[in-house]
């Protein structure tokens, strides 16, 4: 938390979100190295935790297994993890809130389900049926937005109740045992097609480009109005380093990865596509928009938030939607991966790996804290742990054990950090 002097001379605390940045301003690559060191001592760790657990398991499964690191592997692994971010994604407003959300993975096959039912018993094309899909998350978000905001239900025992009521709907529109086909050419093209290789190059170039023309206006636009602001080195070197990932990951994905040299398979999986949409899409709401701003500061303080004039009811109410529309198509994606939708769908582990997802990447379990990055580190972090245990053939047990530990250390590492951010005064 950051405390500002009104003009009546008392005080205004205001949400320690992403858009706060450090009292001294920063004029040198060495001195905002140094400004991001005294930030992590202050227990603001932000995603670095996983992205060096992320680091580890490459490491640790690529020389145990000599498939881990295959270009084949690794196309698979992005398509494996694409649901589970996408939906690690959703739960990010709500957990902004310091709210959760059980039946986001339900709620999420439930649209899914819908979208598979207008395709194949009602002959609808793949976009009347998504949007039905989307609409269907949208009212699932509604009623929970409703019964926590307004009746001050707590999230967990409604969204519990959702999570039994929804699988109990699926069951009766699905049956037991029995499952709804998800073959539509273009949606289940999502987790079996590719993109074609000059079309990922000129993608990746234009989004360089992009945030390259945006991060240079940013910064002058905080030089002339004398904001705070990082060096221009930290810019640049932000987008270098833009460019090489991008860049990187589209020329190893563009690679022949066939087993088969008469049927060449190149080119970025089209699920990769879709989660970078969302990314993006998420990234522009919560750090350029009102709305964003407003979350971080209903999830850092709702009574300071109140008394500033946001309508905290709506905002929880928005929150809960925007979870369950994210979670429909999450629930598209994990269906167009499986080919179909079953009553079990959205159930079991799907939703534990989501929130595993987010508070691995570094969203706080304590409202306030985190961006739409860190689910998508965390989606990646536990797919790999998925992906590698899979491809050594130990059994599902070990998956889950180590994949709760990792959670439970995340989870560890976000309380320990709040503790000290608390003692530090920030």
Known sequence: MTTDTNESGGTATVADTDFARDSLQAHSLGEAFQAYLNKLRGGDMGSLPA?????????????????????LNIANLITQAGPICVLALALVPVLLLGEIDLSAGVAGSTGAMTAGLMIVDHGQSWPV???GAVVVGAVIGVVIGLLVSRLGIPSFVVTLAFFLGLQGVMLKFIGQGGSVRFDNEF?????????????????AIVIVVVFAGLSLR???TQVSQKLQHPPMSVVVLRIAALAVILLGVVWFLNQNRSRNPN??????PRMLIVVAVLLIVWMFILNRTRYGRYLYAVGGNAEAARRAGINVARIRTSAF???????????????????KISPGSGGGNVLLYAVGAA??????????????????????VIATINNGLLLLNNASWINSVVTGGVLLLAASVDAISRRRRSAAGV
Do not use: H, Q
Request: charged share 10%; with cysteine.
């Open 359 to 380: 508070v691995i990447g570094g969203v706080s379990l304590f409202g306030g804290r985190g961006r739409a990055t860190d689910a998508i580190i965390g989606g990646l």
């Open 187 to 203: 949606l289940r093209g999502l987790a079996i097609k590719n993109v074609d290789p000059t079309v990922g190059w000129i993608g």
């Open 321 to 339: 939607v925007a979870c369950s529309m994210m979670a429909a198509v999450s629930g598209i994606l994990l269906a167009a991966n499986t080919g």
């Open 51 to 71: 992205i060096l657990g992320l680091i580890v398991l490459a490491i640790i499964f690529g020389l145990a297994s000599d498939t881990f690191t295959t270009k």
């Open 263 to 268: 049927f060449p398979i190149e080119g970025i």
């Open 218 to 220: 940013t910064y002058r």
């Open 129 to 131: 049926a998504f949007l």
